[in-house]
Every structure is written in structure tokens, then in C-alpha cells.
């Protein structure tokens, strides 16, 4: 495990993030980021491998 708690979620795309929000997550206490970052695990794992590739009028490829 990387010794960066925000990590997963920097993967996830944290990084994209406005400033405000971004502040609020680097707030979170290691508890709260562990329920964050298994929620996020769970969305990934529910979400199809391309997601772009749903919708062919909206495609963004």
C-alpha cells in the first residue's frame, strides 16, 4: 500500500478536481478515506470496462 493515503483516489482522478473539493478529501481522516476509497473500488468494479462505448450517439472516441 502506497504511503500516500490520497492515492486511490488520485488515480480515480482527484487530481481533476475544483481546488475546494479537492481540499475537503485531503481533510479526511484515514478512516474516512478508507470508506471513500472502498466505495470507489466498489463503483469501479460496478461500472462496464468502457464506459464510453454504452451510448453509440454519444460517443466520445
Do not use: T, Y
Amino acid at each position: 500500500m502506497s504511503n500516500d493515503p490520497l492515492a486511490p483516489l488520485r488515480a480515480a482522478g482527484l487530481d481533476r478536481l475544483p481546488e475546494s473539493q479537492r481540499a475537503v478529501f485531503e481533510e479526511l481522516s484515514p478512516e474516512e478515506m478508507r470508506v471513500v476509497s472502498a466505495i470507489q473500488e466498489r463503483l469501479n468494479a460496478a461500472a462496464p470496462e468502457v464506459e464510453g462505448q454504452m451510448n453509440k450517439n454519444n460517443c466520445l472516441c
